[in-house]
């Protein structure tokens, strides 16, 4: 029989904010999840590919980086991107996880 030995199973009533976007004829839709769970940085989800990155709210000023970490690879779609979730993401600061 295999073993394990698990590592965290925390739960915790999360916030959850979803935003979409279209620039130029494309669109971009995500889900922000803010939670205790990622030391200050929040879970983006693109909501077309699944792919999931954890951001600080500094991110979004590295234009380069960003466009890697969410596979964006026009230019100008990242900083209009970017400049869009600087106006609708939270600064969050992170709390210790609550027991529930």
Known sequence: MAQYRELYNEHEKADVQFVGID?????????????????GKVLVVCMHTGRQVLLEYGHLDDISNLSGMLHVDDEVDMEILAEFLKKVMKPYAAQPPIKI
Request: hydrophobic share 55%.
């Open 23 to 39: 620039i130029a004829g494309d669109r971009y839709d995500f889900a922000i999840l803010y939670t205790s769970m990622f030391f």
